[in-house]
């Protein structure tokens, strides 16, 4: 197996990382120890590991591309990989309560309208490329992400000098920005392919 093939891999092997850090287990004595670990350190270490996750998927393609590793299996696995880091933590926010569940539900909606998409082009042997507006998205999400994920630290870091308020509304903003991207990258994907469905 190649090297952004492993890479891959290890963004989905880094997702359940990021969800034990990130969500609380069971309101139960034996895990009271490891939960306030968690309310303590938990968001800091599912920061790192995300940011890590999010590197694997700028270099995986680079070095696929540039070493002329492109595999199918490759080609296959990418896009999960980003869906599966994006919307699993998504759906984590939202158990905190810090992310409302809409933004979620447009992001998985769109990615169905992408693969319906996708699965008609293929039956015409067509396969679609991913748009400059996709890649914009997911840059997008991921930069929202990062930003909610800091906002533990951050606060405790600038609010002497920025009021706490304006560290989450400004993490708010850019998570609007990256649903708009969703819902635009979304619509451009399926207006540019809408011939595939017509007989």
Not at 52 to 77: M, P, S
Not at 180 to 193: P, Q, R
């Amino acid at each position: 197996m190649n090297l952004p093939n492993k890479l891959t891999i290890a963004r989905v092997i880094l997702v359940p990382v990021i969800l034990l850090f990130l969500l609380p287990w069971p309101d139960l004595d034996v895990f009271s120890g490891w939960n306030r670990f968690l309310s303590d350190h938990g968001h800091l270490l599912a920061l790192l590991f995300f940011i890590v996750a999010a590197l694997t998927d700028l270099y995986d393609g680079k070095i696929a591309r540039k070493r002329n590793l492109v595999t199918n299996f490759g080609k296959f696995l990418d896009p999960i990989a980003d869906k599966f880091l994006v919307i699993a933590v998504m759906i984590a926010l939202v158990q905190l309560g810090r992310l409302n569940a809409l933004v979620p539900i447009i992001v998985i909606l769109r990615e169905f309208v992408v693969t319906g998409v996708r699965l008609m082009a293929s039956e015409k042997g067509v396969v679609v490329a991913a748009s400059s507006l996709g890649k914009i998205k997911t840059v997008t999400q991921i930069v929202a992400l990062i930003l909610i994920l800091s906002e533990k630290t951050s606060t405790s870091i600038l609010t002497p000098c920025l009021p706490a308020n304006w560290i989450f509304l400004f993490s708010d903003l850019v998570m609007v920005v990256a649903v708009i991207m969703t819902l635009i990258s979304g619509l451009d994907y399926l207006l540019k392919n809408i011939s595939y469905f017509k007989d």
